[in-house]
């Protein structure tokens, strides 16, 4: 009999699923969920923008693009990334339009990794940036931030890290799960290191509009690094265009174009008709982007303070839309905190130790959804721990 399992890679098959799925899926087949579960904008995509991308349609441009995307979308990302975050980017030789910001991380890794090359990745992070430095043939070095430095990078943790094995560091800010915001010195001191050992940077900067105190400082503006960033960002949070599936990665011509090569290869273009939707995001998106940070500010002020004071100790995030609270006054495990919550007050939470070293003893709560849900949430996860 064919061994049809032992014809899957041996990198595939160590891979681990991603836990958010798990806990997706188990809440998918329940009814009566309040879901606190989900990475994504609950609202839906501007009018304008599903509009430009239905126009696009009916002019019947419907062919692959260049494969580093509309040159007319390259340049409007061009002008977006000098105003809002002041770096500037040349759209033909330095910008490649990806099918989200996972494809852009994916390219990333392929671009600069060779067999055992060290990228450092600070965690708690997204589920993907680990199996794509493996998948890559590199090592992941981990580093765990910790909850009393409100989960930012310590340089001296990053000095550790560092061996002469290291090739970059893989960076995410505004981060998912904690939420927590890099500020311009925070960011300064990382960059000292980085630059004294020669690495490369790769920032994951997709929640960058989903800043809610102060502007986000995007770390190819520091002196000095832009020539050693591939910076990532996207349309999916700050746009609400998940399901369209586009973002971008900026990065110095030479890493550019071979983070191209792998793209045109792999994925040869992103999606024509939400091409055109980012166009008119850009263009005049950005009020709704406003409107929407500013419901987002509030839902964080009430589901922050909400935590807190039913006992979950709780830092506040300064972007993105989670919540990430201490679950250890409770004594359970952060899997055994979410099972429990869903199987007995049906509230999908994801539990922090699938985002890697020093999430355990938290959960991500999503704050994503409308203010009756958010209250509803927290009436439940009372409930709970006061069972
Ligand atoms: C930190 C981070 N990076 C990248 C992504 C992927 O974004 P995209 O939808 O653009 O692929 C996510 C999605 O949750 C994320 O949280």
């Not at 606190?36 to 002019?59: H, N, Q, Y």
């Not at 586009?246 to 999606?271: D, N, R, T, V, W």
């Amino acid at each position: 009999m064919t061994k049809t399992k032992e014809f899957v890679a041996e990198s595939v098959q160590n891979m681990r699923p991603s836990g958010i799925r798990k806990f997706f899926d188990l809440a998918a087949n329940m009814e009566g969920v309040v879901s606190l579960g989900v990475g994504e904008p609950d609202f839906v995509t501007s009018w304008s923008v599903r509009e430009a991308a239905i126009l696009s349609l009916e002019k019947g441009y419907t062919s692959y693009t260049a494969n580093a995307g509309l040159l007319e979308l390259r340049n409007e990302i061009a002008d977006y990334m000098e105003n809002r975050f002041h770096v500037k980017y040349d759209p033909k030789e330095e910008i490649i339009v990806t099918v989200g910001a996972s494809q852009a991380i994916d390219i990333a890794m392929r671009a600069i990794i060779n067999p055992g090359d060290e990228i450092i990745v600070v965690e708690p992070c997204f589920v993907s940036y680990v199996p794509l430095v493996e998948l890559a043939g590199g090592k992941a070095v981990t580093i765990e931030t910790k909850p009393e430095h409100d989960f930012k990078l310590q340089p001296d943790q990053l000095k550790q890290a560092i061996t002469p094995k290291t090739k970059a560091l893989l960076i995410c800010s505004p981060n998912n799960p904690t939420g927590t915001q890099l500020t311009k010195e925070d960011l300064q001191g990382i960059c000292d290191i980085v630059i004294e050992h020669d690495l490369l940077v790769i920032a994951d900067e997709i929640y960058a509009e989903l800043a809610y105190d102060i502007q986000h400082t995007s770390i190819a503006s520091i002196e000095g690094m832009q020539e050693r960033t591939i910076l990532i960002n996207g349309f999916s949070k700050g746009f609400a265009m998940t399901g369209w599936r586009l973002g971008f990665c900026c990065a110095p011509k030479e890493i550019s174009h071979a983070c191209l090569k792998i793209h045109q290869y792999a994925m040869m273009c992103a999606s024509t008709p939400a091409q055109y939707a980012a166009l008119e995001a850009l263009q005049s998106g950005m009020d709704d982007v406003v409107q929407m940070t500013k419901d987002y500010r509030r839902r964080r002020n009430y589901i922050v303070s909400s935590l807190n004071e039913i006992g979950l100790d709780c830092h506040i995030p300064g972007g993105a839309f989670y919540a990430f609270p201490s679950i250890k006054s409770t004594g359970l495990s952060s899997e055994e905190f979410a099972e429990k919550l869903l199987m007995e007050q049906k509230v999908a939470v994801v539990p922090g130790n699938v985002f890697g070293k020093g999430g355990e003893g938290h959960i991500r709560c999503s704050y994503a959804s409308s203010m009756e849900q958010l209250q509803e949430a927290i009436k439940r996860i009372k409930n709970f721990i006061e069972k």
